[in-house]
């Protein structure tokens, strides 16, 4: 069946331009997380949509990013004016319940900012 | 805040040795421990989990207990396949985002050779 889809698979832009990236999630599932994944480091928390409740946006490193669910089902990324250190694969995951069923992760977007 | 050790890789073994990729976290009361895999080309996956204190997850011949007292969920799999090849996580959720914020490890490499 289909699993979580992003889009797109490789983005490369200029310092201090604007990025979108794109989840599908598994139909169906009501919890969708995005993460980060640098060189060497291990996968960084970012935000965490759960139905119609309040994202919790506690992993967000900065102002010049935000992230939106729409409908309940797809999730957009954006980058504001963005910096080299932002470099990294950016991944997203869907799950049924949240952490208490196993998360469906995508196979994320590289970002490299030049 | 919560935070899990992973070992390092790569680790290198040949086709039939024993593994163990050392895990072991930080987190405020009894957390849901994990380990997730990647495999070349895919998107992570939930290997096994467990829930609480002594439980052992266990998949495809890998398994993992819950060490409450050593704060541990170590992996091991008492004869490993080239197919095993792949990078391997350590995850918790624990209290923090009201248990569904999945914490990483920074993942361990695993190769297996003939």
């Known amino acids: 069946g289909a699993g979580v889809s992003q889009s797109p698979s490789n983005k490369v832009t200029e310092k201090g331009k604007d990025v979108e990236l794109r989840c599908d999630p598994i139909?169906?599932?009501?919890?969708l997380y995005w993460y980060r994944q640098s060189l060497g480091q291990g996968l960084e928390f970012l935000i965490y949509?759960?139905?119609?409740?309040?994202?919790?946006k506690s992993g967000l490193p900065s102002d010049r990013f935000s992230a939106e669910r729409t409908g309940g089902s797809v999730s957009t990324l954006t980058i504001q004016r963005t910096q080299q250190e932002d470099s990294a694969v950016y991944l997203c995951a869907s799950s049924l319940q949240g952490a208490g069923s196993p998360l469906h992760f995508g196979n994320g977007t590289r970002l490299t900012v030049t | 805040g919560d935070s899990v050790t992973q070992m390092e890789g790569p680790v290198t073994l040949s086709e039939e040795a024993f593994l163990t990729i050392n895990c072991t976290y930080t987190a405020t009361g009894y957390p849901s421990l994990f380990w997730y895999v990647q495999y070349p080309g895919e998107g992570l996956q939930l290997l096994l989990k467990?829930?609480?204190?002594?439980d052992k997850g266990s998949n495809k011949g890998f398994e993992a207990t819950y060490r409450k007292e050593t704060t541990s969920f170590h992996l091991e799999k008492g004869s490993v396949q080239v197919s095993d090849s792949a990078v391997y996580f350590c995850a918790l959720s624990g209290l923090t985002g009201g248990g569904n914020k999945l914490t990483f490890g920074t993942g361990t490499q695993l190769k297996v050779e003939l």
């Open positions: 467990a829930t609480k204190a002594d």
């Open positions: 949509f759960q139905g119609n409740s309040a994202p919790d």
């Open positions: 139909s169906g599932h009501t919890a």
